[in-house]
């Protein structure tokens, strides 16, 4: 598998599988279903960071929802607690669980200042429908984090370069 070190933009991002927070085996390229996907490893439900930064994601999950565009967040975290933190958040995206940090080892995204949860850094990945990297950021450091201008910015990049009728005909 890639180290985040290979994934720079245009490379392609492992297709992981991993379960989601009702236990079913997702795919990343099934949860794309052809649009863009942005795919977010986030530390916990339990950091405060990450608490307020899907407030962010939550208010975008209208746009991306009429816009074509999916979204997926993963954390070390079991199935049963990402379910019930996607519920507190009323986010409607799929939460996957990579108990036991097998993806998080192959990507080497593993947060080394915490040694009680071993969670993933903070990342947000732009990818294209095939998973090749359109952008990313590491989050490690709040403001690090693209705000939601910058989603929008880079979504619109990423969107006009993969739909042919971006620009309809004119009559």
């Known amino acids: 598998m890639s180290s985040v070190r290979d994934l720079v933009p245009g490379g392609l991002f492992p297709d992981l599988e991993l379960p989601d927070s009702d ?9 794309a279903a052809g ?3 942005l795919l977010h490893t986030y530390r916990g439900w339990w950091c405060p960071k990450e608490r307020t930064w899907f407030g962010h994601l ?8 009429v816009a074509y565009t999916r979204f997926a967040s993963l954390s070390v975290d079991p199935p049963e607690t ?9 986010a409607r995206w799929p939460f996957l669980s990579d108990v036991g940090g097998a993806a ?9 200042t915490d040694t009680v949860h071993d969670p993933y850094l903070p990342t947000v990945w732009l990818l294209g ?7 990313w950021w590491l989050g490690y450091w709040y403001w ?13 990049a990423l969107s006009a370069g993969l739909r042919p009728d971006w620009d309809p005909p004119r009559p």
């Not at 990402?82 to 009323?90: K, T, V, Y």
């Not at 429908?129 to 952008?135: C, E, K, N």
Request: proline share 5%; hydrophobic share 40%.
């Open 82 to 90: 990402s379910a019930a933190f996607r519920a507190g958040l009323d």
């Open 144 to 156: 690090a984090r693209p705000s939601r201008a910058e989603l929008h910015t880079e979504l619109r």
């Open 35 to 37: 649009d863009p996907l």
């Open 129 to 135: 429908p095939d998973l090749r990297v359109h952008r």
């Open 58 to 65: 939550v208010a975008l999950q209208d746009d991306a929802e």
């Open 104 to 112: 998080l080892e192959d990507l080497g995204l593993r947060e080394t």
């Open 23 to 31: 236990g079913h085996l997702r795919r990343l390229s099934d949860l």
